[in-house]
Structures are given as C-alpha cells and as structure tokens.
C-alpha cells in the first residue's frame, strides 16, 4: 500500500511538471484559438517540431482530444508532413504514458476501472485477439483515442508492438484530418473535396472492418 502511494505521488508530480511547463509555454492560452496557435507554431523556427511533440505528450497524458491538433498540423506542415509528424507523437506519447501508467499506476487504474464497459472490453479483446484488437481500436477510433493508453497498460502487450501498431493503424484517420484541413487551406469547400473526404472516409471505416473481419476468421477456423 504505501509503495502504490508513492508511486502514484510521483506520478502526479510528474504531470505537475508536464502542466507547469505548458503553461509557461502559454500553451493551454494558444490552443483554444486556432489561428494564434497556428501564428505561434510558426514562430518558434526549428523548435517548432519539439514543441508539438511535446505538446502531443501535454494531451496524451491529460487524455485531451487531439483532433485540433491534426488540423493545425495539417494547416502547417500539409497533410502528409503534418500526418506522419501526429503519427510519430501520438505513438511515441502513447508508449511513454503506456510505461508510466503501467509502473506507476496499474493497481489504480484496474480498481478505478474495473467495472467500465470500455475497459472490460479492451481487456477481453486484447485476451482473446492479442495485437490484432490493438490495430482494431487503434483504426476504428471507437474508443477515446489517448484513454487507450491507460487501459492498455493492464494487458501484455509489449512497448515496441504498440508504437508501431499505433503509427501505422491510426494513420489513415490522422491522415484524413491533415489531408481535411490543407484542402480547405488551399480550395475552400467545393464538390471535389466532399467526394475526396467520402472516400477518404470510406477507406478510414473499412480498415477496422477489414481487420475485425479477418480476426474472427481467425477465431472460427
């Protein structure tokens, strides 16, 4: 009992620090207005790409939304530079939260949580489908994206499979919203752009569908 308490003080000290260096970064300020926060990305020359990982982290930690993040970064970098650089923070901030939490917070999280419909379901889905239901719930986007980081720190998974299964599985919804963002950036909103966005949204569907159909093959034979 007492070590889970100091693990958990350390911790909370350790997201102390992570708010306190944002805030000092104006950050929390910036990011509810898109256009400043795209104005001060800008400013910050060669850093700024520490910066939004860092930032990337900020929200994956306090299990925020990043989808205003992707437009941003899609506004800045266009879809693809934008894309990867959300994939890569997204994975990397997901494995440090997945080591965290599993060290620092495991005892918690499944007292806190054990009785959560989407918890559960994680955790059966990862016993009986391993990987594959990582690269489901990581595709489908069906579950808080950043709360994911947390639940999976109960299961087996190693670190190295699930930043590369997070960069890869993710990509099509992150970049779906890059590629949003710079298109209307570039053309406004026309009819071409609502048949590429259709079929952008089609495929983002179909992955986890594709994936999910393939695991209960699996299952069955």
Do not use: H
Request: hydrophobic fraction near 55%.
């Amino acid at each position: 009992m007492r070590n889970q308490v100091i693990k958990i003080t350390v911790f909370v000290i350790i997201v102390i620090a992570f708010w306190f260096v944002a805030r000092k970064l104006g950050i929390f300020e910036r990011i509810n207005n898109i256009n400043d926060f795209i104005v001060y990305i800008n400013s910050l020359g060669v850093y700024q790409y520490i910066i939004f990982l860092f930032i990337l982290l900020v929200l994956s930690v306090t299990s925020s939304l990043m989808q205003p993040l992707l437009l941003v970064a899609g506004v800045i970098w266009g879809p693809v530079i934008g894309g990867l650089l959300c994939l890569f923070g997204q994975a990397l901030s997901g494995v440090i939260v997945l080591m965290f939490s599993r060290y620092f917070l495991r005892d918690s999280i499944y007292e806190r949580f054990k009785t959560n419909k989407t918890f559960i379901r994680i955790q059966d889905g990862f016993e009986r489908n391993g990987n594959q239901y990582l690269m489901f719930t990581r595709a489908a986007s069906l579950f808080p994206y950043n709360i994911q980081n947390y639940f999976y720190s109960l299961t087996k998974i190693k670190a190295f499979n699930f930043f590369w299964i997070s960069f890869v599985f993710a990509s099509p919804s992150f970049f779906f919203y890059t590629f949003l963002a710079d298109r209307i950036i570039e053309e406004g909103v026309n009819f071409q752009l609502f048949l590429l966005v259709s079929l952008l949204a089609i495929v983002t569907v179909g992955i986890p569908l594709l994936i999910k159909y393939i695991s209960s093959r699996k299952a069955t034979s």
